[in-house]
C-alpha cells in the first residue's frame, strides 16, 4: 500500500482552480485589511488586542496578529494552548476555567514555557489550582471571571467575587490580575443599537465588579472581554483593558449578516471550497462539502457571488443548492464558494487551511490545533 | 519546549474514571451486541450487510464488523477510503459521486488495492471515470444512483438510468454492478408504521428501476441501500440485495428517540464524556463539551443515566445543563456522559475513541479517517 498516499489540498503556487474540495481558504488580502482594522481600532482606544485563537486554532494566524501589535492571544482550553505555545505565542490567556487533574498538571507545564493567565469562578477549582502549579514549580495569572449576563460562568456576585480573589492572595503560584466579563450572546445581536445598548450595560456590570474589588483593595490590572460583535464597543467603554475577538479575522455568515454601522468594515476572508458532484435536475445542484466541513447550528452556509443560488440543506457530506432563476444552476463538476455561517467549528473541521491571493495559493497553514479540546 | 507534549486522552487499563474529557467512549459490549444483532438480521433474510464507515471513520470497527460476516463497506469519500483499505479493508463502495482529477486519481489508485466499486450518476461523470481509470489501467464496479425521493443525488427516470448503464457497456475499465437506491430523509421518520410504509414506497421505485434495467439487458446484481432506520424493512423486502447501516453499531440521540417496534433492539454504545468546569447557581452547571465535540443540527445532547438533568445548550466548547429538580445539580468536577444527537459528525470532531468495558478502558482506537472528507 505504498502508493496510497493523501495527496495535498493545494501546494504554494497552485492555481485556485487546482484546489482539491473541500477546502478552506482564505483570501490574504481581506484577512489582513481585517487585522489591520481591529489594531487599528484597539490602539485608537488605548486597549489591548488578544486575540481569541479558538476561532481558527492556527498558529501561524497568531504570530500575524502579534507581529502587528496584538499583546498575546487567548485559548479556550488548555491542549489548545499547545501548539500555539510551541509556534512561540508566549502570552496566553486560557479565556475558561480550568478542571481535572491532567489538565491542570498540563497548564501548570505551559506556565515554565509562556506567560499563562487562567480565569477561576469556584473556590475548590481556584485551590485545585494553586495546588497543581505548586507540584510544577510553576505561576499563572488568575482573573476571576463574572457573570454579566451570559449565564454560563462566571460568579455571581460581587461578594463571591471579592472572596476568590482573597483567596488568590492567600495561595501561592496564583496572582489576581483582574476580571473577565465576557458575554458571547450579546456578540450576535443583528441590530447595531442592541448590541451597542447590551455592551454598555456588560460594561457597566463589569465596572461594578472592578469597584467593589478595588474596595477590598484588590486591584484589577485587566478587565478583559469583548467578542467581534461587541469589540468597538468595549473598546471604547473605558471600563476594559483588553478585547478578546477571533472571528474578526475572517467573518462568517452569521457575523457577516449583522448590522456594524460605520464603526468597523470586516470583510469576508474565509470561504468553504467545493465542487458541485450532481446535477440531477435545472433546478437543482449537490456539493461535496457538509457537515463534516462546515456546521449548521448558526444556519445554512450561503452561496458567494452567485445569484439566485442557494443551500436548502446540508447533509453530512452533501450540501443541497436550488436554483431560484433559471440558468442560476451551477454546472457539474463546478467550483463554488461558500460562506461558512460559523467560522469557529468550521475551521475544527480541517486540518489546513489554504491562504489565496490573485487566485493563487500563497501558503497552506495547519491548523495545528484542530481537536484539541480538552 | 521538549516537555510540552499532549497527555493521551485514555490508556488501556484505565479506570473509565480517569479517561480526560471530553472523551468520545464505546461501551464494547453494547457495540457489539448491536454489531451481531444487525448482522444476524441481515443473514435472516439473505442480504449482505456492508456497513457505512462514514458513521465512525475508524477502522478497528469496519475489521470487527467484517470479522462479524459484513461483505465489505461503504465510505462517502474517496479519501475517506485510504485508511479503511491500508488498514486490510478489501471491498469498499463509494456510496456517491465522484467528481474532480484529483479524487478520480485517487480511486483509480485505491482500485488496484482493493475491490472498488461507485456510484454514477451523469454521463460526464461516468466518461470521466472511466478515463481516469484507463490512466492507471484499473477498474471498478459502478452503480447507476437513482433517487427514490430524497431529492439528492441520483438519476430522476428509467430512460437516464438505462442509458448509463448502457454507457458503462461501452466504456473500459468499469463494469455494472447495479443499483443504489438510498433515502437518507426516511432512516429518521419517529413513527414505526410511517418509516415502515416509505422503505416500502422506495422498495418498490427500486424494483421499477431493476425491472426497467433488466428489460434493456442490465441485470443488477447489487440492489443496495437502507440505513439504521430502514435496513430491517429493507432487508425483508425482497428488491434489496444489500443494506448499508451506519449508526446501528453506536445509537445516538436522533435514533434512540424513534419508535423501533420489536424488529430490532438497538442499544446506546456511544456516549460523550465530560467533566463539571461551572456550578454558578444551584440549578445550573457547565460541561467541558460543546461543538467541538459533538454537533447540533440533529438537537441537543441528552444527559445518560440523570434524571432531572437537562442540556439546554451547546457553545463552542461549552455545555449548558438545567437541573429540573432539587439535588440534580451535579458537583463540580463530576463527570457525566451525553448521548450525542447525531454519531456520524460528533466522530467526525474526535482523533480517538476510548473503549470501555465494565468501567475499564480496553482500547483506544484512532478515528484514522477523520477529517477526510475529499
Keep these: ?80 494552548a499547545v501548539p500555539f505555545a510551541r509556534a512561540g505565542v508566549k502570552d496566553i490567556l486560557i479565556a475558561n476555567e480550568v478542571v481535572g487533574a491532567q489538565k491542570l498538571a498540563l497548564l501548570a507545564r505551559l506556565a515554565a514555557e509562556a506567560r499563562m493567565t487562567v480565569c477561576v469562578d469556584h473556590p475548590e477549582a481556584l485551590a485545585a489550582l494553586s495546588a497543581a502549579l505548586d507540584a510544577h514549580q510553576s505561576c ?27 483567596q488568590v492572595a492567600r495561595l501561592p503560584n496564583v496572582r489576581f490580575a483582574g476580571i473577565q466579563a465576557y458575554h458571547g450572546g450579546i456578540q450576535h445581536k443583528h441590530s447595531f443599537e442592541q448590541r ?41 467603554s473605558g471600563v476594559f483593558t ?66 439566485g443560488l442557494r443551500c436548502t440543506g446540508l447533509n453530512d457530506e452533501h450540501c443541497l443548492l436550488a436554483a431560484d432563476e433559471a440558468g442560476a444552476r451551477p454546472a457539474l463538476g463546478e467550483r463554488l464558494r461558500l460562506i461558512p455561517a460559523h467560522c469557529d467549528p468550521t475551521f475544527n473541521l480541517h486540518d489546513e487551511v489554504v491562504g489565496v491571493r490573485n487566485g493563487k495559493v500563497e501558503a497552506v497553514w495547519p491548523v495545528a490545533a484542530r481537536g484539541l479540546s480538552r
Tied chains: 1, 2.
Design 196 to 236: 451597542q445598548r447590551a455592551a454598555e450595560k456588560g460594561a457597566r456590570l463589569a465596572a461594578q465588579y472592578v469597584k467593589a474589588l478595588q474596595q477590598a483593595g484588590h486591584v484589577c490590572e485587566v478587565v478583559t472581554g469583548g467578542g467581534t460583535g461587541t469589540a468597538a464597543f468595549d473598546a471604547a
Design 242 to 307: 483588553e478585547v478578546q475577538p477571533g472571528s474578526y479575522a475572517f467573518m462568517d455568515g452569521d457575523y457577516g449578516a449583522m448590522e456594524w454601522g460605520d464603526l468597523m468594515v470586516l470583510r469576508h476572508a474565509l470561504f468553504l471550497l467545493g465542487t458541485v458532484i450532481s446535477v440531477p435536475t435545472p433546478e437543482r445542484a449537490v456539493l461535496d462539502v457538509g457537515l463534516k466541513s462546515t456546521t449548521a447550528e448558526s444556519g445554512l452556509p450561503r452561496v458567494a457571488g452567485r445569484d
Design 140 to 166: 499563572v495569572d488568575v482573573l476571576v471571571e463574572v457573570d454579566i449576563g451570559q449565564k454560563r460562568c462566571g460568579v455571581q456576585s460581587h461578594a463571591e467575587a471579592v472572596a476568590l480573589a482573597d
Design 1 to 80: 500500500m505504498s502508493e496510497l498516499r493523501l495527496p495535498p489540498v493545494a501546494r504554494p503556487g497552485d492555481s485556485v482552480n487546482d484546489v482539491d474540495t473541500p477546502a478552506l481558504v482564505l483570501e490574504l488580502d481581506a484577512f489582513e485589511e481585517n487585522m489591520r482594522t481591529m489594531q487599528a481600532l484597539a490602539e485608537l482606544h488605548g486597549v489591548s488586542l488578544r486575540p481569541h485563537a479558538k476561532a481558527h486554532k492556527c498558529p501561524e494566524v497568531s504570530l500575524r496578529q502579534i507581529a502587528l501589535g496584538a499583546d498575546g492571544i487567548c485559548c479556550q482550553k488548555v491542549t489548545e
